[in-house]
């Protein structure tokens, strides 16, 4: 559903607006972790990544975590204070950070963020980043990644 509202803000945008698509205007996700991997039940995983821009300068991020089962949200950090960030667990399978401060253009913005999984088994998190500035990303594939994880069940 996601993907089909930014096509047609896309389609929408470059019609009514004249907004243009630039081959260098690039939002990648790249390097994402878990650890510990396997982790016990009722503790938590913790994922890790990097996110580059191709340029130009990106205001408006959205980096969005979606799980396949309930999970509790910790905590988010980003240490290389490249871009500020708030952000809110908007369901039990959804972690949803937008970006209070600039991502320059050839810049990078490494973040971590913590969950508690609710459920054993394998826990699959999707994660996209996004912008909704004028100049829009053309190249989507690389906007997500797929990461899972193996959630023990701790012994009686």
Same mark, same amino acid.
Request: charged fraction near 15%; charge should be negative; hydrophobic fraction near 40%.
């Given at each position: 559903?996601?993907?089909?509202?930014?096509?047609?803000?896309?389609?929408?945008?470059?019609?009514?607006?004249?907004?243009?698509?630039?081959?260098?205007?690039?939002?990648?996700?790249?390097?994402?972790?878990? $650890?510990?991997?396997?982790?016990?039940?009722?503790?938590?995983?913790?994922?890790? $990544?990097?996110?580059?821009?191709?340029?130009?300068?990106?205001?408006?991020?959205?980096?969005?975590?979606?799980? !396949?089962?309930? #999970?509790?949200? #910790?905590?988010?950090?980003?240490?290389?204070?490249?871009?500020?960030?708030? =952000?809110?667990?908007?369901?039990?399978?959804?972690?949803? =950070?937008?970006?209070?401060?600039?991502?320059?253009? $050839?810049?990078?913005?490494?973040?971590?963020?913590?969950?508690?999984?609710?459920?054993?088994?394998?826990?699959?998190?999707?994660?996209?980043?996004?912008?909704?500035?004028?100049?829009? !990303?053309?190249?989507?594939?690389?906007?997500?990644?797929?990461?899972?994880?193996?959630?023990?069940?701790?012994?009686?």
């Amino acid at each position: 559903m996601r993907l089909f509202r930014y096509l047609l803000f896309i389609i929408l945008s470059t019609f009514f607006l004249n907004i243009t698509l630039h081959a260098d205007s690039d939002l990648t996700l790249t390097n994402v972790t878990d $650890a510990p991997d396997p982790q016990y039940l009722g503790q938590d995983v913790t994922y890790s $990544a990097y996110m580059d821009n191709g340029g130009p300068t990106k205001t408006f991020i959205t980096l969005t975590a979606t799980y !396949d089962q309930n #999970v509790t949200f #910790v905590n988010f950090t980003s240490p290389g204070v490249e871009v500020d960030w708030t =952000c809110t667990a908007t369901s039990a399978t959804v972690v949803e =950070c937008n970006s209070t401060g600039q991502l320059g253009n $050839a810049k990078s913005s490494e973040f971590s963020f913590s969950v508690t999984p609710s459920t054993h088994g394998i826990l699959t998190a999707k994660f996209e980043i996004f912008s909704t500035e004028a100049i829009l !990303d053309p190249f989507l594939g690389d906007n997500n990644i797929t990461k899972t994880t193996e959630i023990i069940k701790v012994a009686d």
